[in-house]
């Protein structure tokens, strides 16, 4: 089945710092989403992205199907953006399969 | 809206016992998932509801049952919980439009088998 890669595993940040977090995936996809688990343990939906590139305030992705990866740029981080970001994928062959990566845990100090 | 909702939030079984984990969505979604999250880990997807009267297997269906109940509801079972089934377990909805598809997801049960 398709592999999902997230990296770096870790990052902390000083409040202020952009950031970049990376998915790669092993397989054409059909539906990418970006996703924030918030400290207290609760997934809100960040970006619907299988291509192209969104941007929501201080948050952007970009997906480049064609070469398998998704990057997801913070800007200007606030304490409020810790904790655990996950990319999800579904295959063209796996429609509503998603698979997630094991994701991101994001840290940033005041 | 309540979006999803999930019940219980905590739960602690002995191992051989059984029990179900209620998902209810208010937001007329079509399809709908349970996943698992083990310590340190990603979502995994266990069964999933592409529409009502539908149901199919994920990653990890072994060990689970699960009923779409009705478009709201989507239940899931453990018929003879395990200590590996030990986890959050994630109840989420969506719906597939021409500009994508958003999952929502609950706030999670967190189960302890001993």
């Known amino acids: 089945g398709i592999q999902v890669e997230q990296s770096p595993p870790d990052l902390i940040l000083q409040e202020g710092a952009n950031s970049t977090l990376r998915c790669n995936f092993s397989d054409s996809v059909n539906n990418l989403q970006w996703f924030h688990q918030n400290p207290w343990g609760q997934l809100i939906n960040l970006f619907y992205i299988p291509s192209g590139t969104k941007q929501n305030g201080r948050l952007s992705a970009t997906t480049v199907a064609t070469e398998r990866y998704s990057l997801l740029y913070i800007s200007s981080s606030q304490t409020t953006d810790s904790g655990v970001y996950f990319c999800?994928?579904?295959?063209?062959?796996?429609?509503?399969?998603?698979?997630f990566g094991t994701g991101t845990r994001l840290k940033v100090l005041a | 809206n309540a979006g999803v909702t999930q019940t219980p939030k905590f739960q602690v079984l002995k191992t051989g016992q059984s029990m179900t984990l209620q998902c209810a969505q208010d937001m007329n979604h079509n399809s709908m998932y349970w996943y698992r999250q083990d310590p340190g880990m990603g979502l995994r997807l266990i069964y999933y509801?592409?529409?009502?009267?539908?149901?199919d297997k994920g990653e990890v269906p072994n060990g689970y049952n699960v009923s779409r109940l009705n478009k709201r509801e989507f239940s899931l079972r453990l018929e003879s919980a395990a200590p590996s089934q030990t986890s959050v377990y994630f109840c989420a909805s969506s719906e597939r439009r021409l500009t994508g598809e958003t999952q929502y997801f609950g706030p999670g049960t967190r189960l302890l088998v001993l």
């Open positions: 999800a994928v579904s295959s063209t062959s796996g429609t509503y399969k998603y698979i």
């Open positions: 509801s592409a529409s009502e009267g539908t149901t």
